[in-house]
């Protein structure tokens, strides 16, 4: 499945969830069968910063066809303030009109330069 790379987060909520992120580039024509094999095998996926990844924020109705197909969505609160670019954020905006996210998360990688936070202003 090199399309997805994905890390198991366990049993959280009772549910065997597992965050995925997308390579750069072009999107494989296999992602939606990579993502219907994970959740073949009982997982259920997040697709993280969503609206940071190129080819889908030009085509959102992409973003909405992996809704159809029960992948559950993640956007980056940095995102919505403008941390990641302009596109980044008018993404995060259509998708949040459109109710599409299921999380917003931090993006956190590190303790000073991408540090954990849920900043109050994109809630």
Do not use: C
């Not at 198991?8 to 549910?15: F, I």
């Not at 303030?81 to 949040?96: N, P, S, V």
Request: proline fraction near 7%; aromatic fraction near 8%; charged fraction near 30%.
């Amino acid at each position: 499945m090199p399309e997805v790379a994905a890390w198991p987060t366990g049993h959280l909520a009772d549910g065997g969830f597992v965050l995925t992120d997308l390579l750069p580039g072009l999107i494989s024509p296999g992602l939606e069968q990579a993502y219907f094999e994970l959740r073949s095998a009982g997982y259920k996926p997040i697709l993280a910063h969503t609206e940071r990844h190129r080819e889908l924020s030009k085509q959102p109705e992409k973003i909405e066809r992996l809704r159809e197909q029960d992948l559950l969505i993640q956007i980056n609160s940095g995102s919505l303030l403008g941390r990641f670019g302009r596109r980044a954020q008018d993404t995060a905006e259509i998708m949040l009109e459109r109710g599409w996210p299921d999380f917003i998360g931090s993006a956190a990688h590190d303790l000073e330069k991408r540090p954990f936070s849920l900043l109050k202003e994109a809630r």
